[in-house]
């Protein structure tokens, strides 16, 4: 059987770009901004201030979770979402290491 494309990378590697996806669409990068001003918010509030439809915002949401940098409780009949921030460190920490790995030189 063959590796699949995220086999032949390092765990290190899969993560960073699973977290990149939190920041891949506008709507993410929405949603981070809003859940960080507000400190948590309700799902409700978000379809509103967004002008997206429900199904399009819980789909953001669920990657979001996925990915773990949003964690959400249940509270019926709503769902209050936040920041993860064990995970946000994580974020900032593997950016920032990537981001400063770069040592300017000519090349081009």
Request: overall charge neutral.
């Amino acid at each position: 059987m063959g590796l699949t494309k995220t086999e032949i990378f390092t765990d290190e590697q899969n993560r960073i770009a699973d977290l990149a996806k939190a920041f891949a669409h506008p709507a993410r990068v929405a949603i981070l901004q809003m859940l960080i001003s507000r400190k948590a918010c309700v799902c409700g509030d978000l379809v509103g201030e967004l002008h997206l439809a429900q199904a399009t915002v819980s789909q953001h949401l669920k990657e979001l979770k996925r990915i773990g940098i949003v964690q959400g409780e249940i509270t019926p009949p709503r769902v209050c979402y936040c920041i993860n921030p064990t995970v946000w460190e994580e974020a900032q920490h593997a950016f920032g290491a990537l981001l400063e790995s770069f040592v300017p030189a000519s090349c081009c």
